[in-house]
C-alpha cells in the first residue's frame, strides 16, 4: 500500500468543499479530499450516508437529476470541472464509471459495447477499433473468454462478465480516473473476487474510486479508505490506519459493528 503523498503534483483529483443537493436535501456537506495518482480509494460508510451521490458529482452525473445541485470545486488535472463552461459529457470521458448494476447497452454486440465511446469521439477506423477493443478486453480480463464471440450481445454474458465488459466501455476512451459504485454487490463471490483482481491491475494504469458496503473488500483493495455518515467526511487515510487504528471514535464504532 502506498504512503500519502506529499508532493500535490501526485493528485490526479483534488476535490475541495464539494456540496451537493436535492431540492432542499443537504446530501453531500463540504467534502475535501485528494486521490493521488495510480491508486485505489475505497469509500465506506451506512447505507444512505451520501457515497453514491458524492462520486456522481465527481463526473457531473448528479446534475442530470431533477432539482439536484452542487457547489465547490473538483481539480482534475488543473481543471475545476465543476465549472458550468465545461462540458459535461466531455468530462464523463475523462472520469468514467462503473455502475451497482451492470449495464451492457442491451442492442449492442460485445464490440460495440467497448468501442461506442470511441465511435462517439469519431473514430471511425476498423483498425484502430479493433485494437482498442482488444486492448481493453485484455485488461479487463474478459478478452479470453468473448473472443471468438465479439459479434453476440453484451446481454448473453454472465453478470460478472457483463460487468467487467462495462469496466472495458469504460476503458475505452482511456480515463485518468474510474469511479465504481458498489461493482460487485450484485455479484457471486467467485465474480467478485476478479473483479477485485482486476482492480489491483487497472491501479497500474488509472486512479479508482470504489464505494463499497463491504468493508473486507476495502481493506483488501484500497490503499486509502474514506468513511462518511450522513454526508459528512468523517476520516480519509490509509486504508491500513483507517482499519486497525481510527482517529475517530465514529469510524471505529463503525468497522467494529457498533453501528451501521
Known sequence: MNSVPQDSESHV????????WFGDFHAVKGISVNYP????TAIIGPSGCGKSTYIRCLNRIHEEVPDATSKGEVNLLGMNILDPKIDAV?????IGMVFQKPNP???????DNVTVGLKLQGVKNKTKLKEV???????????DEVKDKLNQPGTGLSGGQQQRLCIARALAVDPPVLLMD????????IASAKIEELMAQLREEYTLIVVTHNMQQAARIADYTSFYILGELIEHGLSSDIF??????????????RFG
Open 13 to 20: 483529483l483534488k476535490v475541495k468543499d464539494l456540496h451537493a
Open 37 to 40: 495518482k495510480n491508486s485505489v
Open 90 to 94: 466531455e468530462i464523463r470521458r475523462k
Open 105 to 111: 447497452f442491451p442492442a449492442m454486440s460485445i464490440f
Open 133 to 143: 477493443a482488444e486492448s481493453c478486453l485484455r485488461k479487463a480480463a474478459l478478452w
Open 182 to 189: 458498489e461493482p460487485t454487490s450484485a455479484l457471486d463471490p
Open 244 to 257: 486497525t487504528n481510527p482517529k475517530h471514535q465514529k469510524t471505529e464504532d463503525y468497522i467494529t459493528g
